[in-house]
Nanobody, 125 residues
Framework: QVRLMESGGGLVQAGESLMLSCRWSGAISGSVFVINAAGWYRQPPGKQRELVGTITAGGRTNYADSVKGRFSISRDNAKNTVYLQMSSLKPEDTARYYC???????????????WGQGTQVTVSS
């Protein structure tokens, strides 16, 4: 069973950048494995959780229209980490951000049932 831990959130002003990290680890200390696909979700205050973007095992990425051109997902398997680079942040990007491990069935991403605690991003105008 994989464990996920997000970090890097904070309070920034509109137009600034922020990088979130998501480190995965196995339930057994010292176990080594690489997750397949990964995805970043966010949940704005009072709204439903939404998919921000995904990255395949091979590094192919896909993004929601609302963040396309501003956000970028990457991964470093050697560090067991997936990143979400956010630039040109807007107040509407304010949300709690979560990463997930998952897999693709054709073009659809399916997260596992394991979610991290998330990290809060607040963008002031």
């Amino acid at each position: 069973q994989v464990r996920l831990m997000e970090s890097g959130g904070g309070l920034v002003q509109a137009g600034e950048s922020l990088m979130l990290s998501c480190r995965w680890s196995g339930a057994i200390s010292g176990s080594v494995f690489v997750i397949n696909a990964a995805g970043w979700y966010r949940q704005p205050p009072g709204k439903q959780r939404e998919l921000v973007g995904t990255i395949t095992a091979g590094g192919r990425t896909n993004y929601a229209d609302s963040v396309k051109g501003r956000f970028s997902i990457s991964r470093d398997n050697a560090k067991n980490t997936v990143y979400l680079q956010m630039s040109s942040l807007k107040p509407e990007d304010t949300a709690r951000y979560y990463c997930t491990a998952g897999s693709f069935v054709e073009t659809s991403y399916y997260p596992t049932s394991t979610w991290g605690q998330g990290t809060q991003v607040t963008v002031s105008s």
